[in-house]
């Protein structure tokens, strides 16, 4: 035995000393351009080399060899090595054939055998895009997940909803795994309120974009399955340079550093110039642009009443607003050199003056090294970014540390390590019906400027007195001054996080494997609302509330993995694990009320004191495994099943267990008529999946409601204890979700990528917060009820119109289209609005049996038997007492085109956005209308006689109303129904003009590369049913993230942004 | 072999690592039962004490969530409308509703046992009391609603509805039962928010509940209660509410944050400087200041203006004051402001009072917020001297430590003064309208001193209203008052009007200021006042006979459905 082993390496070694040599060469796609990270393996063996940052590769190989030359993405070549020492390989674009895609728990699979559909987004579609917020940069680009901002302030929140809403009352928001672990993307707030959700950030806005290499969206539920109940929503799995998933350099160091500026302008109505603050045509300092004419030579004198005081060629003048001022004590005697000036009546621009054009600083760095047996990356992030609105900022930077390798022994260590801090002010920005906020809570700066008339000097008349209270040009001073909101007011959050990984894992054998993955994710938030006192809107004493919240997410997960070929046809692989997750929230507030000296936010300046607290923990146990087999590289069979326990519910009921399956086969190597130059490649694929969604903690139980501070009579402070409302659900089961989902992905004309997948999910035993009748003694309860349904389509495409080396046209895009249906809201019940009430004339999101999910309902005019609508002696509509449904605000269908265009280093790329239907509801239509700061077309100086028949006498109305009084009472404030609007938009959602400077420039510099990008984003676009002149942007939500849906209440002007970008590498 | 036995050492060995790396880090994440929540105490930590503290608060914010619509529908407040159909929404009264059924029901149900195993008997009597209120309260303005069924948690999530009689029924016995409780010493409630633990006066407010539930059901077909009403009367010396010492009221305080204690009204109208939320009603203002020919000096302590000439106002800030009154508004109905002259508006003069006429729905105007606002009496504004200074925010007046009048002792003699014209006793119940007249004017003139401030009737530099010549005069101008609707001459109201009941009613209403249960219930139950105001848009006065079910009860419970109108009568409204 050991003579034969001698001999054997005898051989070896001699066969090696003659034919070995060395064979260098570069490695690069069908455009020249050189593949960094290639693999270049001797066939049959593990020995192999990568290609280096420049694609080049240097190997010792024997004549008669094979080498094998293989890409992500790329199709694999293999070469037998002749005589020749140098050997440059293109390597073609692959198809589907051999790309490989990251799943479940950072599984790669093969594309080609995936039962489901998985999107990509790449870095370069992500990073420097002027937006610090990484959902907002995938807005539009992945078929099947909607992105909605809440507003355009920087820094607030994104709505993302996978596959339409699941959850009538839970949570719909997908889960986040970074670099393989659970992700916090909640958004906290201090004040919990409906109405003032809009102001918090989304806590993905932690990441930072421009360290992301890629992002997977896992859609379906068949795709989720090893995420457990987390995954139900769908899953953004991202890797980030740091990431042990990201995709192998070339060994060596690499730098690099990137920067970008850019301009963020806010997209304002397009408001009229030519009429003033008034009613009527008369002058007045009210909250209406109903007006005179601006230009003396129109109006007349007449129309200011005792207002006038003289004009010239130019302007009238009148008194000041500030001599009607009726609280005296604001304007005397401080402004005392104001009253009694005259006031020229002209356009003084206000709203445009208010806002200021915001600039965005991007500045990113990242540092690699790749050994032999593994990598070092490190990144570090800073972002800048200015709103638009005073006192709007967001600061952000991020450090990131992450490496892998192997150890001698064979064991793989990996692990990263990120901090994070954001810094987010802003002003107040909660909802508003058209003047103020709609929150007692707050203020609201945009519910106070949009609107402000024409004639109105915003920024040139005194907006706080010397004591610091706001004041304004209205009699009652009953509006707050925007400018003293954005000194006077804010919401801020500074975050300090830390997430990150350490993993093991081993290689046992060929065959087996196991690995053992630590997550943690710490986010502290210290946030806070703060308002001096003086003000008009929330509290006019002041009010500092401050909370901290501490929200920590620990999860582990355990593999043990085979993969075996069990003959030449069939293989098979295979895991088995379990994964513990653990959620802990930990919340304090303080509210403080009036405030001692003004200006001074601390809490020893307010005499009141209130204190509160939330704690919640929820533990998740799961289970589970996942089988695949394969059959001569075209039929894949995969099965998945999970057990999920959880701490959140009642012993009997906490656990259930769910399954997956998917089957995909390739038909084109099957039936040669798919393989040919029309079907270049065709696969068929169908998925089964489920998933369980278990109840937020605390609700299987009744609570006793504790009032330390109930009330004081006047002699001293009382306590109190409740029945809570709550009432607490035993018998509580976890929901079942399923899905079906199939699809087929194509090659034609070997230039087109055409994937369709289609896909039926249905939620059972909804875990719905209930209303219960106030009868029964409580007013809501948490209870398994009724039964959801999701259907869709999504289409993803690519076509390669031009591709000869220097030119290059890619042309892609994606579909998406799909409707909810509640099937069952439970026993009894037909219908429940899951949106608060504000008034009868704006809608509410309702849940009704036998329609989607959202609907809206609002007051309506009142018709009579003929269908007629009723009018008052008036000549006004009459709203009816009860809601009636006035729209569906789920879009038709939403589609995206890119055009991606290259020659030599130039490239172009620009997509365009268009969603197809879907109503919302616009405060800012109404508002700014009706008041008269805009003019759609109408005469406002024109009499109106509104359709129908007077509710009295039965004849058909003919009482005449003005314009003013149109705008005002029908479109501004009349029925809920005359301010829902087709939200059908078509948008320019990017533009990207980049160089790449050539290499042959760049050799003499210490630069590897250097490109330079313009970038412009949300450059036009147009909400085709709405009066142009508002320019209302429908991609935007105003109750901020959640179930709501179609809601605008003037939280803020949409925003475009404009930029430079540099990206050197070194 | 040999290979075979490696491989599953080597699996058994990384198993054991890794299992003692996860087991390490995760014991406390493998707990998967966390079910009690630690925001909030369990029912088993209840306080006795601390729920009867939030019965009796929610004693207050009940009637509180009712007494408005009560007066908007008597025209004592201003009603939006414009029409009663679409008046109120159905949500109008989930807030009262709710606090009946899912605070003063469930907390009477867990109080009430854990009391009684320890003999604390005032306390069961308060809550008898408050539960009694709340359910003839909800009959008096829904009908029938739950009762039988009601409050049971899991055990029925759709209750049905008991008849209003049998409720009234039930409600009377809980009377009967308190009355029992109060009638021995026991542990005094650590805060007795009404009465300071003195039973006797808890035992006088039952009785007056007993006589209100008593009389309000006198027109029932099966109502046999005169002998329980006379004998109540016969001593109601001892055993009612009969002078304001022992008025059933909730009081307020005027801490304004943690927690703010204030008047919910007060609020309202004063918490920012000239910017007053609701509207007084014209009618109501008028019957003070221009429809008799004495001074009412409750006037100046219910309303407060801010404006001493409304005339002056243009268009945009009393949109009606180039208006014609509409064709079913007679000449001598008030319109648009006491003083308006519709037909040469430019004739029109103003003492300030500044309301708007019955449903009247126009938006609101930029009038500056300078309206009539509510005055000190009942919810703790500022006293009107005369001044005609805007509301300059929350620091004026009582600073909002007023009261929620529930059942005051000007309520009982009116209330006894209507037993009386009802059966006849025509000179009692004048005797007893001149005492319920006289204890509404010792109420509202004494009530900052009362409220311990009475600095806060105040006469400011500027005041067109003299102290010394008010002060000094307020005795006899009450007296001129007293004497002028009810005294015995023959030229008093009382003794020259045929609609003796209209009388008695139209001044109960001036009395019930603060407190619309009444104002609405006696309407109901008198047909009188026979001359309101119309509503301003429509001739037709279908007023509202109950409230429609709260729109969340009826979406949510498959026992109840929603009235089929607004028109449909409670069961003693015949």
């Keep these: 035995m050991k003579i034969t082993r001698i001999f054997f390496v005898f051989l070896l070694s001699a066969g090696l000393a003659f034919g070995q040599k060395t064979v260098t060469g570069v490695v690069s796609d069908p455009n020249g351009l050189p593949l960094p990270g290639a693999t270049v393996l001797i066939s049959g063996t593990t020995s192999g080399v990568t290609t280096d940052f420049d694609g080049n590769y240097s190997i010792e190989v024997e004549e008669g060899v094979s080498l094998v030359f293989s890409f992500v993405g790329y199709e694999t070549q293999s070469v037998v090595v002749g005589s020749q020492n140098n050997l440059n390989i293109t390597l073609s674009e692959g198809n589907q054939l051999s790309e490989v895609v990251v799943t479940a728990l950072g599984l790669e699979r093969e594309a080609r055998s995936l039962g489901y559909a998985v999107t990509t987004v790449g870095s370069e579609e992500i990073e420097q895009k002027g937006v610090a917020d990484v959902a907002r940069t995938l807005t539009g680009k992945v078929a099947g997940v909607n992105i909605t901002n809440t507003t355009a302030t920087s820094g607030s929140g994104t709505n993302i909803i996978i596959r339409g809403m699941t959850s009538i009352t839970g949570s719909n928001q997908p889960l986040f795994v970074v670099d393989g672990v659970p992700f916090n993307s909640s958004t906290n707030g201090e004040s919990g309120t409906f109405w003032n959700g809009i102001t918090e950030s989304s806590r993905f806005l932690d990441l930072d974009p421009n360290s992301i290499e890629k992002v997977d969206v896992l859609k379906g539920l068949n795709a989720t399955v090893l995420y457990g109940q987390q995954g139900r929503n769908g899953v953004i799995l991202i890797t980030t340079k740091n990431g042990a998933g990201a995709k192998p350099s070339a060994k060596g160091t690499e730098v690099s550093v990137s920067h970008s500026t850019f301009i963020n302008e806010p997209v304002l109505p397009d408001y009229q110039n030519d009429y003033g603050g008034g009613f009527h045509q008369l002058f007045g300092f009210f909250f209406s642009n109903g007006g005179p004419n601006f230009d003396p030579a129109i109006n007349d004198p007449r129309q200011f009443g005792s207002y006038f005081l003289r004009e010239d060629a130019n302007n009238v003048y009148v008194k000041h607003p500030y001599d009607y001022i009726a609280n005296r004590s604001l304007v005397e005697p401080e402004f005392s050199d104001i009253v009694g000036t005259e006031y020229a009546y002209k356009n003084y621009r206000g709203v445009e003056n208010f806002f200021e054009n915001g600039l965005v600083n991007t500045t990113s760095i990242n540092l690699r090294s790749t050994g032999d047996n593994g990598f070092l990356n490190m990144s570090f992030g800073r972002t800048d970014d200015e709103g638009f609105t005073p006192n709007n900022r967001l600061r952000k930077t991020n450090f990131g540390l992450g490496g892998a390798g192997t150890l001698e022994n064979g064991i793989k260590i990996n692990g990263t390590l990120n901090y994070a801090n954001t810094d987010y002010t802003t002003p107040p920005i909660a909802a508003s019906l058209g003047s103020g906020s709609v929150s007692t809570y707050t203020s609201s700066i945009f519910g106070d400027v949009m609107y402000t008339p024409r004639s109105v000097d915003l920024m040139g008349l005194p907006y706080q007195t010397s004591d610091g209270r706001s004041i304004y040009y209205r009699s009652g001073n009953d509006i707050q001054n925007p400018r003293w909101t954005a000194e006077n007011a804010f919401d801020k959050e500074l975050v300090n996080r830390v997430f990150g990984s350490f993993g093991l894992a081993y290689d046992i054998n060929d065959n087996w494997s196991i690995s053992y993955k630590y997550g943690i994710d710490n986010t502290s938030q210290y946030s806070q609302h703060a308002q001096n006192k003086g003000g008009v809107d929330g509290n006019a004493t002041g009010i500092y509330v401050t909370g901290d919240e501490i929200t920590t997410i620990q999860n582990h997960n355990f593999t043990l993995s085979f993969n075996q070929q069990l003959t030449d046809e069939i293989s098979l692989g295979g895991l088995v694990g379990t994964s513990a997750n653990r959620q802990t929230f930990t919340g304090r507030y303080t509210t403080n009320e009036n405030q001692l000296v003004f200006g001074v936010l601390k809490p020893f300046n307010f005499v009141s004191q209130s204190v509160g607290s939330f704690d919640a923990e929820q533990n998740i146990y799961g289970a589970f495994g996942d089988l695949s087999f394969s059959y001569n590289d075209y039929l894949y069979l995969n099965v998945t099943g999970r057990q999920d326990w959880s701490s959140t519910m009642e012993a009997e009921n906490n656990s259930l267990f769910y399954k997956g399956a998917s089957i995909s086969f390739i038909a084109s190597d099957v039936i040669p008529a798919l393989s040919g130059d029309v079907v270049n490649y065709a696969k068929l694929r169908v998925g089964y999946g489920e998933s369980a969604g278990f109840a937020n903690p605390y609700r299987t139980r009744s609570l006793l409601s504790l009032n330390a501070k109930a009330f004081d009579q006047g002699s001293g402070v009382i306590q109190a204890n409740t029945t809570s409302n709550t009432l607490g659900n035993r018998a509580l089961q976890p929901e079942l979700l399923s899905e079906i989902e199939i699809g087929i992905d194509t090659r034609l004309f070997n230039f087109l990528n055409f994937n369709v997948s289609a896909y039926d999910k249905e939620t059972t035993n909804l875990i719905t917060t209930r209303t219960l009748p106030g009868s029964t003694g409580y007013t809501s309860t948490t209870v398994n009820a009724g039964k959801l349904n999701v259907k869709g389509i999504e289409v993803d495409w690519d076509a390669d119109l031009i591709n000869n080396g220097n030119l290059r046209w890619n042309l892609y895009g994606n579909f998406t289209a799909e409707e909810s249906l509640i099937v069952s809201l439970g026993e009894g019940v037909e219908e429940f609005t899951y949106t608060p009430v504000v008034s009868s004339a704006r809608p509410q999101n309702y849940a009704i049996v036998g329609y989607p999910l959202g609907m809206m309902k609002a007051n309506v005019r009142q018709t009579n038997d003929a269908g007629e609508f009723l009018i008052d002696d008036d000549g006004f509509y009459i709203a009816t007492t009860e809601p009636e449904l006035v729209g569906d605000p789920n879009p038709d269908w939403t589609t995206g085109i890119t055009n991606s265009l290259s020659w030599k280093g130039l490239s172009l790329d620009f997509t365009w956005q268009y969603r197809h239907g879907g109503d919302m509801f616009s405060q800012d239509a109404a508002t700014l209308v009706g008041r008269g700061v805009l003019n759609p077309g109408t005469n406002r100086e024109g009499l109106y006689v509104l359709d129908g028949v007077n509710k009295n006498t039965g004849q058909v109305n003919t009482t005449q109303i003005t314009a003013i009084n149109y705008g005002f009472d029908v479109f501004s404030f009349g029925p809920g129904e005359l301010q829902i609007f087709d939200a059908t938009t078509i948008r320019l959602s990017e533009v990207n003009l980049s160089y790449d400077f050539p290499r042959s420039l760049m050799e003499k510099t210490p630069f590897g590369s250097l490109t330079a990008t313009l970038t412009g984003i949300n450059l036009f676009y147009d909400a085709v049913n709405v009066p142009d002149v508002v320019n209302f942007d429908s991609n935007t939500l105003s109750t901020g993230v959640g179930n709501a849906m179609g809601l605008s209440f003037i939280t803020g002007p949409s925003s475009r942004r404009v930029g430079l970008t540099l990206k050197a590498t070194f | ?574």
């Design chain 2, 1 to 574: 072999m040999k290979k075979l036995n490696t491989f599953k050492n080597k699996i058994i060995s990384s198993i054991t690592v890794l299992t003692v790396l996860f087991s390490l880090n995760s014991c406390e994440t493998l707990e998967l039962e966390i079910l009690e929540s630690p925001n909030a105490l369990t029912p088993a930590s209840s306080d006795i004490d601390f729920y009867l503290n939030a019965m009796q608060l929610n004693m207050g914010s009940f009637f509180n969530g009712v007494k408005d619509e009560g007066m908007e529908l008597t025209r004592m407040m201003h009603l939006y409308g414009p029409f009663y159909e679409n008046a109120y929404a159905t949500t109008q009264m989930s807030g009262p509703w709710n606090d009946a059924y899912s605070d003063i029901f469930t907390d009477f149900s867990n109080m009430v046992p854990r009391a009684e195993e320890k003999g604390w008997e005032t306390h069961i009597g308060i809550a008898k009391f408050i539960k009694a209120y709340a359910m003839i309260t909800l009959v008096d303005y829904l009908g029938d609603v739950p009762y039988s069924q009601a409050a049971l948690g899991v055990e029925n999530l759709n209750p049905g509805v008991d008849s209003g009689a049998s409720i009234y029924d039930a409600a009377l016995a809980l009377i009967q039962e308190a009355k029992n409780h109060f009638s021995v010493p026991a542990q005094s409630p650590s805060n007795d928010l009404f009465y300071g633990g003195d039973r006797a006066k808890w035992t006088r407010a039952t009785n007056t509940l007993e006589l209100k539930l008593r009389l309000q059901r006198r027109n029932a077909a099966d109502s046999n209660d005169a002998a329980a009403i006379n004998s109540l009367i016969s001593n109601a010396a001892s055993g009612l509410i009969v002078s304001k010492a022992q008025d059933f009221q909730f009081k307020y305080g005027t801490l304004n944050a943690s927690p703010d204690s204030r008047h919910p009204q007060f609020v309202d109208d004063y918490e920012l400087a000239a910017d007053v939320a609701y509207y007084m009603s014209n009618a109501y203002m008028a019957e003070f200041v221009a429809q008799k020919d004495v001074i009412d000096v409750r006037a100046n302590y219910y309303f407060y203006r801010q404006d001493d000439d409304v005339s002056d106002n243009d268009d945009n800030e009393i949109p009606c004051g180039n208006e014609r009154r509409p064709d079913h508004y007679s000449l001598s109905e008030i319109f648009c402001y006491i003083g308006y002259n519709d037909v040469t508006p430019s004739l029109s003069t103003s003492n300030g009072y500044w309301g708007r006429d019955h449903g009247d729905n126009d938006g609101i105007p930029p009038d500056g917020g300078l309206r009539t606002a509510a005055g000190l009496y009942p919810i703790g504004g500022q006293f009107d001297d005369g001044s005609f200074t805007a509301t300059s925010g929350n620091q004026m007046g009582l600073k909002g430590a007023g009261i929620q009048p529930i059942l005051l002792s000007s309520y009982t003699h009116f209330m006894i003064a209507e037993w009386n014209l009802v059966n006849g006793n025509t000179e009692v119940a004048r005797q007893f309208l001149a005492s319920g007249l006289a204890e509404s004017f010792s109420k509202v003139t004494g009530f900052a001193a009362e409220m311990g401030n009475a600095a806060a009737v105040e006469f400011r530099s500027g005041a067109s209203i003299s102290e010394t010549e008010f002060l000094g005069s307020l005795q006899a101008n009450i007296d001129a008052y007293i004497d002028y609707v009810a005294g015995t001459g023959a030229t008093s109201l009382w003794n020259t009007t045929n609609d003796k009941m209209g009388l008695l009613v139209q001044e109960y209403f001036l009395a019930l200021f603060g407190n619309g249960v009444e104002a609405y219930n006696t309407f109901r139950r008198t047909d009188k006042p026979s001359d309101l105001q119309p509503l301003l848009k429509t001739v037709n006065n279908d007023m509202i006979q109950s409230f429609f079910y709260p729109r969340t009860e009826v979406d949510n419970n498959n026992q109840l459905n929603q009235k089929s109108d607004h028109l449909q009568k409670v069961f003693w409204d015949n």
